[in-house]
């Protein structure tokens, strides 16, 4: 059974650009949510998807959006790409979302640098 | 104060060596997951449990729902457990995952 897939593995972007990355979860799976990881922030929630609906969302500006696709293909999208957006952007799919008994499946992350 | 508390952050240790890593955490939460990272950002789900103790090989994961505690033990430890592993509560209320800064664990030969 194929992974989580995330594309691309690297991009890189200048200040005021935007971008949309792209998470394939396990066939399956109708949840999709995605996390942000930098050094000096940790780990952090950014979204869930559920069937096409975001299910819930962390507390991040308004430029940072995403989208899920009736096939549970997720995209999500950043404008006015900021130097403090540089991250790593992992999205993980599940069968309900981490919740209960519903293990979570990362992929192997997009490493974002803005410069 | 944070919500999720690691310790230790760092840790290093010598092959064979038992290792415990402990999480206190301050809100209702409906399951607790450890997660694995690897240098290079792929992170793999080690346990999610809501209750009691689970075991796979030679990690094992406990949680007190009352105390709001888990703990994450790995046996015979083996370099190839250096990584960072990091503890995940999802939040009962807020339905969604609150991470643990992580702990690094370093298994020497």
């Known amino acids: 059974k194929a992974g989580v897939t995330q594309t691309p593995r690297y991009l890189i972007k200048t200040r005021g650009q935007q971008v949309t990355l792209s998470c394939s979860p396990i066939?399956?799976?109708?949840?999709v949510s995605w996390y942000q990881q930098t050094p000096g922030q940790g780990l952090q929630f950014l979204f869930e998807y559920f069937s096409e609906t975001q299910r819930n969302k962390g507390n991040f500006p308004g430029r940072f959006s995403g989208r899920q696709f009736s096939n549970s293909r997720s995209e999500m999208n950043v404008s006015t790409l900021e130097l403090g957006d540089s991250a790593l952007y992992l999205c993980a799919s599940s069968l309900a979302g981490g919740r209960y008994n519903s293990p979570l499946h990362f992929g192997n992350g997009t490493r974002l640098t803005v410069t | 104060k944070n919500e999720v508390e690691q310790s230790p952050q760092n840790l290093t240790a010598q092959e064979g060596e038992f290792i415990t890593i402990n999480c206190s955490y301050s809100?209702?939460?409906?399951?607790l997951h450890w997660l694995q990272q690897h240098p290079g950002g792929g992170i793999v789900s080690l346990f999610m449990?809501?209750?009691g103790k689970k075991k796979h090989g030679r990690l094992i994961a406990t949680i007190n729902i009352q105390e709001k505690h888990s703990s994450l033990h790995i046996t015979a430890s083996h370099p190839r457990d250096s990584a960072v592993y990091i503890c995940a509560p999802f939040g009962g209320a807020t339905n969604k995952l609150i991470f643990g800064t992580g702990t690094l664990l370093a298994v020497q030969p």
């Open positions: 809100v209702g939460i409906s399951a």
């Open positions: 066939s399956g799976h109708r949840s």
């Open positions: 449990l809501s209750s």
